[in-house]
């Protein structure tokens, strides 16, 4: 019968074939899924034969990873902030530059925002953290997709703070109230070009949502709907806070200032400028 010990390099040398990172990481995450076991544990019982029913769940996920799938949708969840949150085909798979978005705002916010806003939820990632750092707020979380609601909605109900997330279903502001305002407004907005979604990695460029991550030629199209939306749905001293791209911020600027904000620039932990504040 064949061990942890016997599957792991065939796999892991399969996966660098195909050009899969972090090959013998992934190798070890889905086996150790298969099994119920925690990456650790595999290591601790490495001469373990593996089922015939083991080896059978095992072999058309390795295939799929070997395919380029994302490894977060084979397992169906992904880790952000301290959460398992699941994710699907239908859902961008929260980044770690996102969670850096949610550390920003922790450290910089002096007063707990009382209403959050979060457009284009996803999986629920950032309007999740936020309830959960402040369970005072009352949140909402905005999705044209069904779809992706659908799979916030679930991972709210996993998450003991979504009891406070009211969900409703548009494209950026178009099902919030007109007079609706907000002390914290956060989106993480499609924002590649179309060049660069033609460069992407397999991963993105074949199996995420395409709606959830590109916007137009320049990669403005969603940012410009949602700076000139927010001043309406702004309360007085009311923060706007994006995830952008790098290259962006100064047409930024010039948005923010048509809209009547006040915009600032912050650079993400590798030095990019990756995040877009406004008042």
């Known amino acids: 019968m064949l061990t942890i010990r016997d599957i792991q390099p065939k796999t892991a040398d399969y996966f660098t074939g195909k050009g899969v990172p972090n090959a013998k990481l992934e190798t070890d995450l889905l086996i150790a899924h298969v099994l119920g076991l925690k990456r650790l544990e595999l290591y601790l019982d490495i001469d373990r034969p593996l089922t015939d029913a083991q080896l059978d769940t095992l072999r058309p996920l390795v295939k799929r990873r ?18 398992r949150l699941k994710v699907t085909p239908a859902t961008l798979i929260p980044r770690q530059e996102t969670e850096e978005l ?3 705002l922790r450290d910089r916010i002096v007063t707990p925002p009382k209403k959050i806003l979060d457009l284009g939820t996803g999986s629920g990632a950032l309007a999740l953290a936020l309830a959960t750092i402040y369970p005072e707020a009352k949140v909402t979380a905005t999705d044209q997709s069904a779809e992706a609601l659908a799979v916030a909605r679930h991972n709210a109900q996993e998450i003991a703070a979504g009891t406070s997330i009211q969900f409703k279903q548009g494209s950026w502001f178009d099902c919030i109230d007109a007079d609706e305002c907000f002390d914290l407004i956060v989106a993480n907005p499609p924002y590649l070009t ?24 320049d990669g403005l ?13 702004l309360s007085p001293g009311g923060l706007l806070a ?10 930024l600027d010039t948005l923010a200032a048509k809209a009547g904000l006040k915009g600032e620039s912050l650079d ?12």
């Open 66 to 83: 070997a395919g380029r799938e994302p490894l977060q949708y084979i397992l169906g969840f992904t880790e952000f902030c301290g959460m």
């Open 102 to 104: 949610v550390e920003l």
């Open 194 to 217: 179309q060049a660069e979604m033609k460069s992407a990695e397999p991963e993105v460029a074949g199996h995420e949502p395409t709606g959830a991550l590109v916007a137009g030629p």
């Open 221 to 233: 199209d969603a940012l410009k709907v949602i700076l000139a939306g927010a001043g309406a749905h």
């Open 242 to 251: 994006l995830e952008t791209g790098i290259a962006q911020h100064a047409a």
């Open 268 to 279: 993400d932990i590798s030095g990019r400028p990756r995040f877009y504040l406004a008042r």
